[in-house]
């Protein structure tokens, strides 16, 4: 098993960085995190991945791999002595990458909308996000069939795609009191990251929401104070 | 052995459906094709199949639905046997769906960007649109296909999106031989191979159905 060579350029903060992280241990690879600014495009990041100039890249010997769910995938494809992120099945798969993309594609990218919101805007937004959580509580009833997480027994791609956003919903739920994770609406998917906290492939890399908190105040009173 | 039954929804002019129509070709996969009526009703089948998006593609293996056009030719790759479409390595693998992400988050919104702007917007939609094409032209190098020497999925996920730039072009005036001669040609290589020459439509149908959807934003 090829370990020495595979560094992340990354932040710990960052769901998506999470997620390659996730995957890593996941399959047991030892690696380098080489700590980035996802908000400083340094030369580092601008040679590694020239397109979007974005955080995670994984670095395999002379590789480098961009866009977090294609890293999970890549890792789950070259590291195969440990177990399998990926369903078997190609229907499964393609079932985990839809919900994957919808994660990526339209709920995260709620939250963004959700910092700048005010009054009814902000309302809308929540209500957006909490909708789409209903979405997700349905689809881990149908992909879990039953067992504990998305992927099964063991924590799978779909888990991973979400698990790195836990830390940023708490946050909000904490912040904004805005009760997203919600037992008595999405009771399956409370139950799921309660687990997510005692499993040991993903416990210790699951954000803080308090220190997300922290973090995004320190930044927002940098961009004010930047804009002043 | 039991017949696999293949459904797609479907809807001729639209790009991500002809990757599909591409991708089953290529595979000798039989299906039966529903054109769905986008402009007068969705079917019903559509709605249940699809209902967080309502969009087509859908392709309906033994009833059970796969959604997203680039999700389905990943899904006609792992489930028909050959010829395979992503590339065998898995480095090689994570380059492609790089692409293809790529395509899909920048191309076709790209191209709209330019049939639904007028003035200076053009001109910088214009401007957007040719960057992109010239980061594929990038990742084309000297390839005769983007996956390398044989036409494979990455193909199938531009060729489809291709269909349409005759619009942009029209609408946006400029041609792309003038300004990514290496796309222009590739476009032509893969418009060779049956499973390509068969799926896509004449410019002129693609130009018509833009012109329309100009008139419905109320640019002409």
Redesign the interface.
């Known amino acids: 098993m090829v370990t020495s060579n595979v560094k992340v350029l990354g932040a710990w903060p960052s769901p998506f960085v999470s997620r390659v992280r996730m995957a890593l241990k996941v399959k047991s690879v030892d690696y380098e995190l080489i700590e980035a600014n996802p908000h400083e495009k340094t030369e580092l990041l601008i040679k590694s991945n020239p397109?979007h100039k974005k955080i995670p890249v994984l670095f395999?010997g002379e590789?480098r791999?961009?866009?977090s769910l294609?890293?999970v995938?890549?890792i789950d494809?070259?590291w195969t002595d440990g177990p399998n992120i990926l369903p078997s099945d190609?229907?499964d798969?393609?079932i985990a990458?839809?919900w994957a993309?919808?994660i990526d594609e339209k709920w995260f990218p709620l939250f963004q909308l959700l910092r700048d919101a005010q009054g009814e805007e902000r309302r809308a937004v929540v209500q957006k996000i909490s909708e789409g959580l209903s979405?997700l509580e349905g689809a881990f009833v149908d992909c879990s069939k039953g067992k504990a997480f998305f992927g099964g027994n063991n924590v799978g791609y779909l888990d991973i795609a979400l698990a790195g956003c836990v830390g940023w919903t708490r946050a909000c739920d904490i912040l904004l009191g805005a009760k997203f994770l919600d037992e008595t609406k999405i009771p399956h998917l409370v139950g799921w990251v309660e687990r997510l906290y005692s499993d040991s492939s993903v416990k210790d890399l699951m954000p803080d929401p308090h220190i997300l908190i922290e973090l995004y105040k320190k930044f927002r009173a940098m961009s004010e104070a930047a804009s002043e | 052995m039991s017949k696999d039954e293949v459904v797609l929804l479907d809807f001729g002019l639209s790009p991500f459906c002809m990757r599909v129509r591409i991708a089953l070709a290529e595979k000798g996969v039989q299906y039966e094709a529903q054109e769905e009526d986008l402009f007068g009703g969705k079917s019903e089948l559509l709605q249940k199949s699809n209902p967080?998006y309502e969009k087509v593609p859908v392709l309906l293996?033994n009833g059970?639905p796969?959604?997203?056009s680039t999700?389905?030719v990943?899904?006609i790759d792992?489930?028909f046997a050959s010829p395979t479409l992503l590339p065998a390595c898995?480095?090689g693998?994570?380059r492609a769906?790089?692409w293809a992400?790529?395509i899909d988050k920048k191309v076709f919104d790209g191209g709209a960007a330019i049939w639904r702007s007028k003035g200076d917007k053009l001109e910088l939609a214009k401007n957007e649109f040719i960057d992109i094409l010239k980061?594929l032209e990038g990742a084309l190098g000297d390839k005769d296909y983007l996956g390398g020497d044989k036409f494979g999925f990455l193909d199938i996920v531009l060729i489809g999106s291709s269909s349409w730039f005759p619009a942009y072009e029209k609408f946006g005036g400029f041609k792309i031989e003038d300004e990514c001669p290496k796309i222009e040609a590739w476009i032509k290589r893969c418009k060779g191979r049956e499973s390509v020459a068969k799926t896509l439509p004449v410019p002129q149908q693609v130009c018509e159905l833009v012109g329309m959807l100009r008139k419905m934003h109320g640019i002409e």
């Open positions: 397109v395999h590789k791999i961009c866009e294609i890293i995938q890549y494809e070259v190609p229907y798969r393609a990458r839809f993309a919808y979405l | 967080i293996h059970k796969i959604l997203e999700n389905i990943y899904y792992e489930t898995s480095y693998r994570s769906r790089f992400d790529f980061k």
